[in-house]
């Protein structure tokens, strides 16, 4: 019902930048919670920053001061501005949207997009 499309990731050197984007579509009624995660190589999941509707942000120490998240709510899109980028900054990064539904009355139902990799050379 719904589906979240990642772009973005790829190869930077140590220091680099790079943008992320997720952009949600089907059947929204609301977005509430958009978020991204990241997981590397033989590690758990991890939260990296969550945006609400109304633009209060919320960051992982390890984001603090070089990462920025940002959402455009009339195109269903949140990002993910990255900055000073390091070697433990490679990893798998996942958008999540807590959603409403325009099919069902009740509830918000959180979906993920598939990953895209970010790899820092050092």
């Known amino acids: 019902q719904v589906q979240l499309v990642e772009s973005g990731g790829g190869l930077v050197q140590a220091g680099g930048s790079l943008k992320l984007s997720c952009a949600a579509s089907g059947s929204i009624l609301s977005i509430n919670v958009m978020a991204w995660y990241r997981q590397a190589p033989g590690k758990q999941r991890e939260l990296v920053a969550t945006i609400t509707s109304s633009d209060s942000t919320n960051y992982a120490d390890s984001a603090k001061g070089r990462f920025t998240i940002s959402r455009d709510n009339a195109n269903n899109t949140v990002y993910l501005q990255m900055s000073n980028l390091k070697p433990e900054d490679t990893a798998v990064y996942y958008c999540?949207?807590?959603?409403?539904?325009?099919?069902?009355?009740?509830?918000?139902?959180?979906?993920w997009g598939q990953g895209t990799q970010v790899t820092v050379s050092s």
């Open positions: 999540s949207a807590d959603v409403k539904l325009r099919t069902t009355a009740f509830g918000t139902y959180r979906y």
